[in-house]
């Protein structure tokens, strides 16, 4: 079993709709959950951390943590197709040097 | 300020030789990792710097890899006899351990190797 799970996609979503990736990891110490986006031939790009249950919003991203179901997720709201990209979970056990990254959901939004 | 750096941008080797890749972390950034990433794959961890604690190389495929700190500055990513396997795109992580950004990566662009 991996570490972080996420499926690959693609998730295919219209302009303006809610679009919604999820995360499961295994490792019931793990602390700090990370979400980053990964544009085709780029390095990824911190979009969000969290690190308490519950919701955490900056602008149109909402990053949700159940650490009882061991589920972290994102949402994206107003999707637009500048937010087409693949989308990497990251987990980080406290105090402990690694992190686990998902494979990535590739996410596209069409116009 | 400045992000996290990475030299060369692409390197092309031929099967055999050897390589340095250069890493220039963001500015009081103690921790630094290394990641490999095969085209259409997910990251694969391969090294990790905290301060002047002992590196964790637990992810370092071979004996042809290793990589060097000095402090909590420029890190080099050594792969010796390199093999058409190893090509890849290899990032360049820094974080934080204290304060509201704790453990946040910030990555570099890259370096993509290509051996031929």
């Known amino acids: 079993q991996k570490e972080v799970e996420q499926n690959s996609g693609p998730l295919s979503v219209p302009e303006g709709a809610i679009a919604s990736l999820n995360c499961t990891y295994s490792?019931?110490?793990?602390?700090?959950f990370f979400w980053y986006r990964q544009y085709s031939g780029k390095s990824p790009e911190l979009i969000m951390s969290?690190?308490?249950?519950g919701d955490k919003e900056d602008g149109r991203f909402t990053a949700q943590l159940n650490k009882a179901s061991q589920y972290v997720s994102l949402l994206i709201r107003d999707s637009q197709p500048s937010d087409s990209a693949t989308y990497l979970c990251?987990?980080?056990?406290?105090?402990?040097?690694?992190?686990?990254f998902g494979s990535g959901t590739k996410l596209n939004v069409k116009p | 300020g400045a992000g996290v750096s990475q030299s060369p941008s692409n390197k092309v080797t031929e099967k055999g030789k050897d390589v340095e890749l250069r890493c220039d972390p963001i500015?009081?950034?103690?921790?630094l990792y290394w990641y490999r990433q095969r085209l259409g794959q997910g990251l694969e961890f391969l090294i990790y710097?905290?301060?002047?604690?002992?590196?964790?190389k637990s992810g370092l495929p071979s004996d042809r890899f290793s990589a060097e700190r000095t402090g909590e500055s420029v890190s080099t990513l050594t792969i010796q006899r390199t093999q058409q396997e190893d090509s890849a795109v290899y990032l360049c992580a820094s974080s934080s351990t204290s304060g509201f950004s704790y453990n946040e990566q910030f990555f570099g662009p890259g370096t993509r190797l290509t051996v031929l």
């Open positions: 500015s009081g950034h103690t921790a």
């Open positions: 710097f905290q301060g002047n604690s002992a590196p964790d």
């Open positions: 990251a987990v980080n056990l406290y105090n402990f040097n690694k992190f686990y």
């Open positions: 490792d019931r110490v793990s602390q700090s």
């Open positions: 969290i690190y308490s249950n």
